[in-house]
């Protein structure tokens, strides 16, 4: 099999891509997108129904604030509403550009790459989206600064038993480590992008990103340990972050929620939900931008794979299951019977 003049044999990529492809073929195709590919109408167009969107958002916020947080069903005896719900679907979707970046990464799965990026870009919007519910829960979204410890001349710190304290530690580190890891691996990308842009502002904008980057085997290095010491810190928080956010929930009283597989339970969902929305976005950016070669069958045969073990974990941690009863449910019902009166009065009073 011949190869592109652009590439020598031991300059091919693994065999995870399809067609003849060499680095700088890969470079020169991905670069025209953002490069010479002209805003059509379908661009035009869904730029102004996600800015419809936009639109809505803000004046929900502001009838939210005008209004208070009573109109999500949050009452007395009603802790968590829909602002809680919004925030685990946002970090679940998120799950799957840090597992697809740090994880695989690694374990040395190559296949990742065709996929990582706009992944990654999805956790960061997907975390973005989380941290702005916790915020709108407080009803008073300019106190935000109480959830945090700062130093003050009157000694207060906050509520370390609040979920709400949890939850802005959690995804303040998620969100700092997600966009240091993205950034660190988009360097050499935007160094690409430099030298091959042709207008001015474009190269001083795409210089800037790329800090100075040459491609020299010293910057490689580094970047390398950079690359995998970011992604040792961010593995962990594929697991502890949607932890502490299944905590929200377990510590609670309520009936359902108070359970200790909530953990494994929304991690596993986490991924599931996560690798479900990289298919959602990469099927019809594949076929959009004729990517056919770069995001394989192969790619989307292994994400199924994931969404398929994950699928039968949560498959196990909804299973029907039978629990014995607590001793203090068992006391309770016996108080319950001894106040009830005779039997014929207890069967008339549980019919009424």
């Known amino acids: 099999m011949t190869l592109p003049v652009d590439s020598a044999p031991h300059d091919r990529p693994q065999d995870v891509l399809h067609g003849r492809?060499?680095?700088?073929?890969?470079?020169?195709?991905?670069?025209?997108?953002?490069?010479?590919?002209?805003?059509?109408w379908r661009w035009l167009l869904g730029f102004g129904i996600t800015g419809l969107g936009t639109l809505m958002l803000l004046t929900a916020m502001a009838y939210l604030f005008a209004e208070g947080i009573?109109?999500?069903?949050?009452?007395?005896?009603v802790a968590w509403g829909f602002a809680i719900a919004n925030?685990?679907?946002?970090?679940g979707i998120g799950h799957a550009g840090t597992f697809i970046s740090a994880v695989l990464l690694l374990l040395r799965q190559r296949w990742r790459t065709s996929i990582?990026?706009?992944?990654?870009a999805m956790t960061l919007f997907a975390a973005a989206?989380?941290?702005?519910f916790?915020?709108?829960?407080?009803?008073?979204?300019?106190?935000?600064y109480w959830l945090m410890p700062y130093p003050d001349t009157m000694d207060l710190w906050p509520q370390w038993r609040s979920p709400l304290v949890w939850d802005f530690f959690a995804i303040a580190t998620y969100i700092t480590v997600s966009f240091l890891f993205w950034y660190v691996g988009l360097i050499p990308d935007l160094a690409t992008l430099r030298d091959r842009?042709?207008?001015?502002?474009?190269r001083l904008a795409f210089g800037l990103g790329a800090l100075g980057w040459r491609g020299e085997a010293r910057q490689w290095e580094r970047h390398q340990q950079a690359y995998l010491l970011l992604a040792g810190l961010a593995a962990p928080l594929v697991v502890s972050m949607h932890s502490v956010v299944s905590l929200d929930f377990a510590i609670g009283n309520t009936p359902g929620y108070h359970s200790t597989i909530f953990p494994p339970y929304f991690v596993a969902g986490a991924l599931y939900s996560g690798f479900a929305m990289v298919l959602t976005l990469a099927i019809p950016l594949r076929h959009a931008f004729k990517l056919q070669d770069f995001i394989t069958e192969r790619h989307l045969d292994n994400a199924a794979k994931v969404l398929l073990?994950?699928?039968?974990l949560l498959a196990y941690a909804t299973r029907p299951r039978r629990s014995a009863p607590s001793s203090a449910a068992t006391a309770t019902r016996s108080r319950c019977r001894s106040t009830a009166g005779p039997a014929p009065m207890r069967r008339s009073i549980g019919r009424w």
Do not use: F, Q, S
């Open 129 to 132: 989206m989380a941290g702005l």
């Open 197 to 202: 842009a042709r207008v001015r502002w474009k």
């Open 309 to 312: 073990a994950t699928g039968g």
């Open 21 to 40: 492809w060499g680095y700088a073929g890969i470079g020169d195709r991905i670069a025209a997108l953002v490069l010479e590919r002209p805003l059509g």
């Open 87 to 91: 925030c685990v679907w946002w970090i």
């Open 70 to 77: 009573g109109i999500w069903g949050v009452d007395i005896p």
């Open 116 to 120: 990582n990026r706009y992944a990654e």
């Open 134 to 144: 916790p915020l709108l829960h407080l009803g008073r979204p300019w106190y935000v």
